[in-house]
């Protein structure tokens, strides 16, 4: 959970907003994570809907410090995209 303070009040449509979400890690087996996430926020524009979508994915644990993702979302509301995709790396150091 959180909170975006928007320091800039040009625009009297903008306004400060929330933010929550929750996820979920399965390890399927050792190299590899199932993970899922629902997450939203009040969208800044106060003309726009809330904006919630869910995402679920893979993560493959390629050593200790390199990890390769894939996921897909799913949007709940006319103000987030229906879908979308994406494929990352996280490097620890």
Known sequence: ??????????????VDYYFYGGALDW????PLHFVIEFNGN???????V??????????????????I????KKGFSDS???WGIGIGAAIEF
Do not use: W
Request: hydrophobic content about 30%.
């Open 69 to 72: 993702d894939a996921t897909f």
């Open 80 to 82: 987030t995209p229906n």
């Open 27 to 30: 390890e399927c087996s050792k």
């Open 42 to 48: 009040k969208n800044p524009d106060k003309t726009q």
């Open 50 to 67: 809330e904006q919630r979508m869910a995402l679920g994915g893979f993560i493959y644990e390629v050593s200790k410090h390199l990890s």
């Open 1 to 14: 959970m959180g909170y975006t303070l928007v320091a800039n009040k040009k625009d009297p449509n903008l």
